[in-house]
């Protein structure tokens, strides 16, 4: 029988019966320390519960930290400031100025969701045959690390960051609501095509 990588299909050697011409899978050296330089790319960093310093393009400074909590998670159109979470729209402004304006200081710390990595489930390889059904597997846990940054800021900053967030949470409602109408105009006229 042959011994050949999985991967890189090489031929690595030979085992008994060797009258048997059947492939035997293995993995050569060198594709696995490719898949563990893979493998390496999906370990987070910072690791939850650890803090990094990183420097953002305009040049302040912030702390990257993995948000492990349902109480940390940021969505794309949140910022949470001094640790009052809010969700960024026009309607919401003047409570949020309001909020702002009650701090002491000039500055305040605000925390924003910086990066979301994912990691993907390795393809499936071969194929199905077709008298054994699909395997059903248990729901997959979430495979997302959230990674939040947490700056201090002048006010102002904080405020232009909260009318930046809300005026592009304002263009997709406005572009899920035109989405969401052209569908039902097409529904619309289905419907009046089949009576």
Not at 1 to 28: H, T, W, Y
Not at 63 to 88: I, R, T, Y
Not at 109 to 137: C, M, W, Y
């Amino acid at each position: 029988m042959k011994i050949v990588c999985s991967r890189c299909k090489i031929f690595l050697g030979e085992q008994e019966p060797f009258d048997n011409l059947a492939e035997i899978k293995a993995k050569c050296p060198s594709c696995i320390v490719k898949e563990k330089e893979e493998a390496s790319r999906f370990i987070p960093k910072p690791l939850p519960g650890q803090k990094q310093e990183i420097t953002l393009e305009n040049g302040l400074k912030g702390v990257l930290w993995v948000a492990q909590d349902k109480k940390d998670k940021l969505f794309l159109g949140d910022l949470a400031v001094s640790g009052k979470k809010f969700f960024c729209t026009k309607s919401g402004r003047d409570k949020f100025q309001e909020y702002l304006g009650s701090l002491k200081g000039e500055d305040a710390e605000v925390s924003f969701l910086h990066t979301v990595s994912i990691k993907l489930d390795p393809a499936q390889k071969g194929r199905r045959k077709k008298e054994n059904p699909p395997k059903v597997e248990d729901p997959k846990k979430n495979h997302s690390i959230d990674y939040n940054c947490t700056m201090r800021a002048p006010k102002y900053y904080v405020q232009l960051m909260f009318n930046d967030m809300a005026e592009r949470m304002d263009r997709v409602i406005e572009i899920l609501a035109e989405a969401s109408y052209e569908a039902y105009k097409k529904d619309c006229q289905k419907t009046i095509k089949a009576v």
